[in-house]
């Protein structure tokens, strides 16, 4: 099946050098223009579409009020913007209604690769209603005093860009977003931006600030439905697996660039329980009533509701954002290591060990779950679980994972 993608821009030069550039996929892909929203939407009425690519600035209808319409009509369609420099403020204004963000002109490898990094792991998804429930989702829930707290430190005459980094990157949502937008080609940083002290840095504070107003609006949403969770107990444990994974890869002596990686796998890797919890609460609090022994048995649950686990789900979002591969792919597969044909210490060994540790560490004695022993064998470093556990109960001791 081809993947099938409907460019929209009101400039038909552009059109043409979008359709061009793409030229060399056309084996897997299937190119449909349109020069404005009215008649980009009246193309989708007539014919499924998977990705949406739309200029910002166009007569009429512009790009935020056509995605914003697409989302709502059709939320299992990827919406990607891609627009001029200039259109900096309007992009960031319609944050909500789309997934990635790049600026024109783009590199054709840039684009190709947003394009296929976003649909990339929508083959993980069985289920067709979890797919668009998923894709409807703009913002991840977080705990609200943590927004209370970081529009207190930007108020502050005293704020510096270390405190609002630490103060964010206690926030799951607002973190996952801030990345997504800093590591976006908009912004036009080369290196890859993955703590929020650095995109604070690079951004700006009144960028920061916008961000933070609109995110926070988003989570205001729902918020009752949380209830189906312990969020107290998830957050302390994302945090911990993140501070765990980042000390497993540095311990095994990965770039700086990767343990930073493992650290963010680490914070995001249970972001699909939020998502299943604020989106299915009914659904979800029977799916967990039932009884269980373990983290696993937590997963067999979830299967058996929806088709999918929250590993899935979390990483599914994450793609559809843009998120880093790696970071994508330690999600994807936390719980199930083995299925993923990379075997290499990276992100997702960090994170599916940390993981582990973490509730073998802070567990009670019915929450715990397996590592994939064959997995870190094939790895060749089976031997030093023992250490890892060490350094991770340093890790907690030291109160490490703050000052990235
Ligand atoms: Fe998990
Ligand atoms: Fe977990």
Redesign the pocket.
């Known amino acids: 099946m081809k993947l099938k993608i409907l460019l929209v821009d009101d400039d038909p030069q552009v059109l043409q050098g979008l359709v061009r550039m793409m030229r060399s996929r056309r084996q897997e892909w299937e190119i449909a223009t349109a020069a404005g929203g009215p008649e980009a939407l009246a193309i989708l009425s007539r014919q499924p579409f998977d990705v949406v690519v739309s200029d910002m600035r166009m007569p009429g209808m512009d790009g935020a009020q056509l995605l914003g319409e697409v989302k709502k009509r059709y939320p299992e369609i990827v919406r990607i913007v891609l627009s001029g420099q200039s259109d900096k403020e309007m992009v960031l204004k319609s944050v909500m209604p789309a997934h990635q963000y790049l600026t024109k002109p783009c590199n054709d490898e840039i684009l190709k690769s947003s394009i296929e990094r976003s649909c990339g792991l929508r083959d993980l998804l069985a289920d067709h209603s979890l797919k668009q429930l998923v894709s409807r989702i703009d913002s991840l829930p977080s705990l609200p005093a943590l927004y209370v707290e970081i529009l207190k430190e930007l108020e502050s005459q005293y704020a510096s860009i270390h405190r609002i980094g630490e103060v964010i990157s206690q926030d799951i949502g607002m973190t996952a977003k801030i990345l997504q937008l800093v590591n976006s080609a908009f912004f036009g940083y080369c290196r890859h931006i993955s703590s929020p002290a650095q995109a604070v840095e690079l951004l700006g504070l009144e960028t920061i600030k916008a961000l933070v107003l609109s995110v926070k609006i988003f989570s205001q949403m729902d918020r009752s439905s949380m209830t189906v969770l312990a969020m107290d107990r998830?957050w302390a444990?994302?945090l911990a697996?993140g501070v765990f994974a980042r000390t497993i890869a540095t311990a095994e002596k990965c770039e700086r660039a990767v343990a930073d990686d493992a650290f963010m796998s680490g914070m995001l890797?249970?972001v699909g329980?939020l998502i299943l919890a604020v989106n299915l609460p009914k659904l979800y609090k029977e799916a967990l009533a039932g009884p269980r022994s373990s983290?696993d048995s937590v997963l067999e649950a979830e299967r058996q509701t929806f088709g999918v686990t929250h590993a899935e789900v979390g990483a599914y979002l994450l793609s559809l954002w843009g998120l880093p591969f790696p970071i994508v792919e330690a999600v994807a597969f936390?719980h199930a290591p083995g299925r993923c044909p990379q075997k290499k210490m990276g992100p997702l060994a960090a994170v599916h060990a940390g993981?582990c540790l973490?509730?073998a560490i802070n567990g009670q004695e019915d929450d715990q779950?397996q590592m994939d022993a064959a997995y870190i064998d094939e790895l060749e470093v089976l031997h030093t679980i023992p250490a890892w556990q060490a350094l991770c109960r340093q890790a907690i001791k030291d109160g490490d994972g703050h000052d990235n």
């Open positions: 998830i444990h994302s697996t890797h249970d329980k983290e936390h993981n973490e509730y779950c």
